[in-house]
């Protein structure tokens, strides 16, 4: 591996681009370059933007201001923005549900009566009790801008842990609750990312960082240790249970099963495939933990125990991952549901039963087995959707689950095991009618010839000649899927004539590891081969053509985005890169980037180098003919730092050529999406589809 040299000359008073460009009636504010260089195996990279990686100091802030005070003035003259902020708002007014958990005789659930800015948790005695307001995060600040996210209930339902995220940042404080009486304890746990609240006996273990020294939304998160909490203490007195100091990059957990009887450990490199599991029998004296899987190759999940038993699911020998089981005392390992053509996602153990739920191209089937991997039946569902759910105690014969598709509103189901049947226990009441659209999938050839799943949504009674203005949205890593969703916004563009288009693009786990593979690291440029084959698709099969079209993604999806409209500008009208990693080669110095590495390669490594610089958006960025671009972050992100956009907008507005806008709009007090509260959320996507009418030519209906 060679050496990085950084060569860094910053000269201040150099302004090879200290003045204002102008296009269309728009000026965009006079942005500083300095003279730096970074030098990669003998390669010398421009980055004269670098000096946006310090984003706390006055000038970037000033910029930023600056950024957004453009955008502001080009949103502001849409004449139909304020019709559009009305109907999202009367479209987003309906009450949404999460999946109800169980704490004895109590049941906790999510709800939103639309407008909250956060959802707020209510508890009800038994299934039929009336639900109450058991915590409600919209006290805790003026703005809405206080998110819960985990929460945990101790195996013996006394208490429940929860975590408060402030401003969008990952960052969490953890809290407890009693269960019954619903006091909130004194116990508060600071300086916690990327952890769960795992529970053992009167207290839980988590992850936490040492305090920063510097700007704790950018620095580098490595070393985690594990504590150990007992309720009713302080957090200076929690217990250092696991430390890694050689590995600084990698993720740990340790958790307990619902008996008690083991304890785990895992370890996972950095990123997202493959860790170590070990396994301590707390019935025994003998505390050393003993290996079940002890190298990274392949991925270890602990579904459940039972007596002697405990059943993983792994994509050990198998792509689109099995059930196997491993029995502690003889060492050994057994079958119990093989590999099939349809991906395992999850599974779960109740009532002596696996319930499995399936993927087949890239909607939801849930399987019923025995404990011994019979197959029993199969749950139906209103249509090809997506589930989630089915959580719950070992015990449980009544579970729940959600249910959602592209025009059926995210439903909660109560399951009865032994009857097989299913039930509604919440109903979303959106303002529309779903039976108005049509969902469809079709599957499209990608440059090599690989089939590629494409779902499209339309109004019924639409006419396909061409014409139609149609949003393309992508993600293509990580091993996440793009399955069916609903969203009642997105029916504000159904109802102007638009198309929605969802294509599962290579990265993804549609279809396994194998899937996977193939989009990731050297074989990165098959993802935006995927998409803008899909644009070609949409625009051959006369969907759309190429001036109504606008492409959309987040976070990884931001990444495609900006690398495909490099690749291939003439496809698109209007492209909207959100969150996105943008400098590839440098995202692992940053907070918690060095996790991706396992999917994107690192330029620390020279072929790696080479392939990443080969499509970085930054990077690549041409002196031609750029879509109308609308580039979104937020201050507090600290999964994906806003320095990618920052300098990725300054760039792009300085090489690009057509009369087409490059906006960047930063949201304050926010992060990389979740926990954003409802008026936030309501504000930016006014801007959004504000801009994306606007450059596509329609108005709303």
Sequence with gaps: MSKIILLCFFINTLNLNNLALSQSGYSYPPTKKIMHKDTYFGTEVDDPYSWMEDMQSAEVK??????????????????????????????????????????????????????????????????????????????????????????????????????????????????????????????????????????????????????????????????????????????????LIYEDKEHPERFISMFTTEDQIYQFLSVNQKGTRGNTLYYQDLRKADFTYKPINENFENSYYVIATNNDEIFLQTNNNAANYRLIKFIPSTNQFFDVIPESKEV?????????????????????????????????????????????????????????????????????????????TSSVFHKAEVKINPEDYESKQVFYPSKDGTMIPLFLVYKKGIQLNGSNPTLLYGYGGFNISMTPTFSAIRTLFLESGGIYAEACLRGGGEYGDDWHKAGMQLNKQNVFDDFISAAEYLIREKYTSSEKLAIQGGSNGGLLIGAVINQRPDLFKVALPAVGVMDMLKFHKFTIGWAWVTDYGSSDDSINFRNLFAYSPLHNIKSQNYPATLITTSDHDDRVVPLHSYKYTATLQEKNKSDNPILLRVETDAGHGAGKPTSKAIDEQTDIWSFIFYNLGIEPQ
């Design 62 to 239: 000033e910029w930023v201001s600056e950024e957004n005070a453009v955008t502001e003035s080009y949103l502001s003259k849409i004449p139909f923005r304020e019709k559009i902020r009305q109907k999202i708002t009367d479209l987003w007014n309906y009450n949404r549900y999460t999946v109800p958990f169980r704490a004895g005789e109590f049941y906790f659930f999510f709800k939103n009566d639309g407008l909250q800015n956060q959802s707020v948790l209510y508890r009800q005695k038994g299934l039929e009790g009336k639900p109450e307001i058991f915590l409600d995060p919209n006290k805790f600040s003026n703005n809405g801008t206080v998110a819960m996210g985990e929460t945990s209930l101790s195996w013996d339902n006394k208490y429940l842990a929860y975590s408060l995220n402030r401003k969008g940042s990952d960052w969490m404080e953890i809290y407890i609750a009693d269960v019954v009486t619903g006091e909130q304890l004194k116990d508060t746990i600071q300086w916690v990312k990327f952890s769960g609240i795992n529970w053992k006996g009167n207290g839980f273990y988590y992850n936490r960082y040492d305090e920063g020294s510097g700007d704790k939304l950018k620095e580098k998160n490595q070393s985690p240790k594990i504590y150990f909490h007992t309720i009713g203490s302080r957090q200076s007195e929690d217990q």
């Design 344 to 420: 395992m996602k999850s599974s779960n153990y109740f009532s002596n039963k696996l319930i499995v739920e399936y993927m087949q191209d890239a909607y939801s089937k849930v399987k019923i087995f025995d404990k011994e991997g019979k197959f029993e039946k199969e749950i139906a569902f209103p249509t090809l959707g997506t589930v989630s759910g089915f959580d719950g105690r070992k015990e449980d014969s009544n579970l729940f689950y959600s249910f959602v598709s592209f025009n059926y509103p995210t439903s909660i189901y109560k399951y009865n095991i032994s009857d097989n």
